[in-house]
């Protein structure tokens, strides 16, 4: 599991480092680990050729110290100082006396498509978002060269906090130090970081308290799959989960067989469709042992293809009266009641249906989709998990927000969310809290889907066996 830091958390935890060990050391460690993953990225040292960018502050002496490494092993290496009356002296000066060569504006530019890797260390986290001036020119000028960039701690121009994609420069990888930060994988900013590498320098997260904690835990495969409920040989259809659906309508009646599909692929031990007489006629034509008899469940799907449903209200009041976990969808968002939900209740909805419910705009919630995710989670009480290119997972109560598996864009399709909700539903009947169902939920349709051509909704969601084959191979 990846953890995330703060900025001001960092800080803290920097300080901390700082006050233990010797003056320098902690730059040492992450100018070391740079240098290194520079030679792996380089592949052999004769006759390769590095630009190095070297901003003012820390993170320029990150990169200087690293390019007397690589100059050290015989690695061409120049250098231009963005700023030069605040350039890290003792970097410079160690990197030009072991052979690197500086340069001005001019000949940088001119040196993008002649070299083998540019090292982008103008700004770190203390860095404002987006670029101006001499720097977005050698950012424009980086990206079409074509040259590959290694970013040092974070593209220069990004907000580390955030999920914006400011002006910044594109890497191909970012080596980043103590932790990752959260625009390394909050989309669409973590795109411009290409492949990412977490340097461990010796940061204490326990020894700064609170400080300490992460603001999102990202999940991996691994997570997933130690995670994921598995029966055993005692086990039987109602101990798996039985998942109640009232999703679909006479106008949407694909949304409710696209709930069954999701939840029958995940594994859950039995469904009943037990909304709308035509969705159920057309779940039972689609998947013959949805069972369409009321009767005792452990769980309900209920909103998706309501649509505009005039008792939809009392509806999911007659539902959450069960006390079992319910997620709720769609449409069925309009008809949720402010703080009367609790954390085994899910909500599942995108950015456009998270902006209604919180009574703000789409582009408030894209700009800081982790402070409306946190305020939603506290203003319903409910667990929530916000649909799109990351998928976050808010609990009540909790500061950190978990991140599920990313996945491609050919997801980003009609009645990818209601499999979602399907696969996240038969989790809950299974017995799963409510985070962990979604995050669960959204990590296996993600991981699916990488693995496979395009593919709609339902039939992607019958190769989730395949994935879970191979999460669970080594469990």
């Not at 290194?36 to 993170?59: E, Q």
């Not at 997260?205 to 040989?233: F, K, N, Q, Y």
């Not at 008899?293 to 309900?300: D, E, I, L, N, T």
Request: hydrophobic share 45%; net charge negative.
């Amino acid at each position: 599991m990846l953890l995330v830091h703060s900025v001001e958390s960092i800080r803290a935890a920097e300080e901390e480092a700082f006050a233990r060990t010797e003056e320098g050391e902690l730059m040492q460690r992450a100018s070391d680990a740079l240098a290194t993953s520079l030679l792996c990225d380089l592949g052999h040292t004769d006759g390769t050729k590095v630009l190095i960018l070297a901003g003012p502050g820390n993170n320029g002496g990150d990169a200087l110290w690293a390019g007397m490494r690589l100059a050290g092993r015989g690695v061409r290496v120049w250098l231009h100082a963005v700023v030069p009356d605040r350039v890290h002296r003792a970097g410079w000066a160690a990197c030009v006396e072991n052979g690197g060569t500086p340069v001005d504006l001019d000949t940088a530019v001119s040196l993008m498509g002649r070299v083998d890797r540019i090292v982008d260390g103008v700004f770190g986290i203390g860095g404002h978002p987006g670029l101006s001036g001499e720097v977005q020119q050698l950012a424009e000028a980086a990206e079409r060269s074509g040259t590959p960039v290694t970013s040092v701690d974070l593209p220069s121009g990004l907000d580390a906090d955030g999920a914006p994609a400011h002006p910044s420069f594109r890497a191909e990888r970012t080596v980043t130090f103590g932790t990752a930060k959260a625009c390394q994988v909050m989309q669409p900013a973590a795109e411009r970081c290409g492949r990412l590498e977490v340097v461990d320098i010796g940061l204490h997260w326990a020894a700064v308290g609170e400080a300490g904690v992460p603001m999102l835990r990202c999940w991996e495969a691994a997570d997933v799959a130690a995670a994921w409920p598995v029966p055993t040989v005692r086990s039987d259809k109602y101990s798996r989960g039985v998942l109640g659906v009232d999703a679909g309508s006479a106008t949407y009646p694909g949304a409710g067989v696209l709930v069954a599909y999701g939840a029958a692929y995940a594994g859950t031990g039995m469904i009943r469709s037990l909304g709308a007489a035509e969705v159920a006629r057309a779940t039972l034509a689609a998947i013959p042992s949805v069972v369409t008899a009321p009767g005792q469940v452990q769980a309900w799907v209920v909103g998706s293809g309501w649509g505009d449903r005039p008792d939809g209200t009392a509806r999911l009041a007659e539902i959450l009266d069960q006390q079992v976990p319910v997620l709720i969808d769609a449409d069925g968002l309009r008809h949720v009641p402010e703080a009367t939900l609790a954390p085994h209740h899910l909500l599942t909805p995108h950015a456009g249906e998270l902006a209604r419910l919180l009574g703000v705009t789409r582009s408030e919630v894209g700009t800081d989709p982790l402070a409306h995710v946190h305020r939603a989670a506290e203003r319903f009480g409910a667990t929530v998990l916000l649909k799109g290119a990351t998928q976050y997972v808010a609990t009540p109560g909790e500061p950190t927000v978990e991140v599920a598996v990313p996945g491609p864009g050919w997801t980003a399709q009609a009645g990818s969310g209601d499999t979602l909700s399907g696969v996240c539903g038969a989790l809950l009947a299974a017995g799963l809290p409510a985070a962990r169902a979604a995050v669960c939920g959204a990590s296996l349709q993600a991981l699916t889907a990488a693995a496979e051509p395009p593919l709609p909704p339902h039939a992607l969601a019958q190769r989730f066996g395949a994935t879970l084959r191979g999460l669970l191979a080594d469990r």
